[in-house]
């Protein structure tokens, strides 16, 4: 055979993130003593009551497919939420499906909006998976970036650079993954205005939207007007907010074009996420109160850790790091010491045993990513371990 491998799977790259977590496992199950940043999950266990309703649902037979775009009840609750808690308008159980994840509902969504040659604005430092995902479906990944000195946000005038009469979409992760940053209402505005300007979708991945500090909120882009709740796809899910990573349950949150299309792709592809999951997920959504506490409790822990990595990275000297305000990652530059992002991790992986993810992953080669889903004890380590190996530099 001459082509044994398909376009598909010749042109896509494996996830950077999940090899350097794959690396620092490897190394620990040798013995060695590593400190390890690169893991992409809330490192708490999923709250009991939603762990007891999945039980129950198994344990009364909920074992059997259920409609492709999910449980009616998760759907109706969902969809009570986005109008309740994120202000979007005339929505029903319609515009929602559940999926198996928030990645998977984000290569839902591309594939229900881009045709072979559209092309999608990608803002770097982006989520590891947008470009392979639009390459899948045929689609042309365009670049534009906003580092450190705009504190990671893209704007109009830097989406214009790349605007072309292909662009069908433009991809917004806010809060996000890798840098923290949250957009605020204003600058979503803006966005959005030029959204409807060009005619473009705004894919708004929203999975970490309950993870934000200083009393920043996270708005959603749909939220600002009738005309931005046509063009904006919501993509969220369980996997962040509940600490349900190995739940595998996603939403999307779309108009209804769109959210007929992405019911037909998944009916055709992986049919409905796990039935007596979306039981546990449908008790998450039904008891808010037990919902927030358990989520207020993930939340003390990652601002403390989210704060000590703050001020012990910016007093590392050549480091400097943007306070992040959402997610659980910091993003600091270390271009000061004249190396490359992933010449800098490998170093710092041999020398003092920190797996970090290199920023060039991201489309970002000034900088590199923490994950601060890890304990205290791990963060003064690492911190300690990086001081000493950047001073010898
Ligand atoms: C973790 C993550 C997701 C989705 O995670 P799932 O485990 O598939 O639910 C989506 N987008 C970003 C930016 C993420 O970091």
Known sequence: MENRLSTWALNISPSPTLAVDA???????????VCGFGAGEPDFDTPQFIKDACVKALAEGKTKYIPAPGLLELRTALADYYIGKKGLKN??????IVSPGGKFSCYLAIMAAISPNDEVIIPAPYWVSYPEMVKLAGGKPVFVYAGD??????????????????????????PSNPTGAVYTREELKAIVDFAAKHDIYILSDEIYESLVYDGVEAVS??????????????????????????????????????AKAVAKLQSQT?????????????????????????????????????????????????ISCRRPKGAFYVFPNISSFGM??????????DEELVAVVPGSAFGSEPNIRFSYAVS??????????????????
């Open 23 to 33: 690396k620092a496992k490897a190394l620990k199950a040798a013995g060695k003593d």
């Open 91 to 96: 929505i029903d159980f319609s515009n929602i």
């Open 149 to 174: 000195e705009s504190d990671f946000k893209i704007t109009p005038a830097i989406l214009e650079t790349a605007l072309t009469e292909k662009t069908k979409m433009v991809i917004l992760t806010s």
């Open 221 to 258: 882009p749909a939220s600002i007007s009738e005309d931005a709740q046509s063009r904006v796809i919501i993509t969220a899910g369980f996997s962040k907010s509940y600490a349900m990573t190995g739940w595998r349950l996603g939403t999307i949150c779309a108009p209804d074009d769109i």
């Open 270 to 318: 992986c049919s409905n996420a796990t039935t007596f999951a979306q039981y546990g997920a449908l008790e998450a959504m039904k008891r808010p109160d037990l919902a927030k506490e358990a989520l207020e409790k993930m939340l003390v822990a990652f601002d403390r850790r989210r704060l000590m990595f703050y001020n012990g990275l910016n007093s590392i000297k050549g």
């Open 340 to 349: 490359g992002s992933v010449d800098f991790c490998s170093k710092l992986l």
């Open 376 to 393: 205290e004890e791990t963060i003064e380590k690492g911190l300690e371990r990086l001081a000493r190996f950047c001073s010898k530099l």
